[in-house]
Nanobody, 126 residues
Framework: QVQLVESGGGLVQAGGSLRLSCAAS????????MGWFRQAPGNERESVAAINWSGASTYYADSVKGRFTISRDNAKNTVYLQMNSLKSEDTAVYYCAASGQPFTNRVLTTTAYYYWGQGTQVTVSS
């Protein structure tokens, strides 16, 4: 059974930082591209960042470029999202997801992902 478990969310002031983690089990982690998505109340789920199986290639949404960094540790079956210079508009539930699709810009869409975590809340106060 595949499980993706996010952690690291919380309440932070604008300008602060958080590091999200997503621990994966039940799949051959090193063969999957991984992505982070977020969903704010009343909004659709949107892509934040994605990383290929080796960590050599990444994609970022324009809204987070230069502030967020996605990385992975295949030995620990974990993907990370380092979030710096947080803004109030970053407030959302953040989800990690696993994709077996080829690593093209399609990994910025929800339909590319097979497995999803339950999400972790990030709240940025202004």
């Amino acid at each position: 059974q595949v499980q993706l478990v996010e952690s690291g969310g919380g309440l932070v002031q604008a300008g602060g930082s958080l590091r999200l983690s997503c621990a994966a089990s039940g799949l051959t982690f090193s063969t999957y591209a991984m992505g982070w998505f977020r969903q704010a109340p009343g909004n659709e789920r949107e892509s934040v960042a994605a990383i290929n199986w080796s960590g050599a290639s990444t994609y970022y949404a324009d809204s987070v470029k230069g502030r967020f960094t996605i990385s992975r540790d295949n030995a620990k079956n974990t993907v990370y999202l380092q979030m710096n210079s947080l803004k109030s508009e970053d407030t959302a539930v953040y989800y990690c997801a696993a994709s077996g699709q080829p690593f093209t810009n399609r990994v910025l869409t929800t339909t590319a992902y097979y497995y999803w975590g339950q999400g972790t809340q990030v709240t940025v106060s202004s």
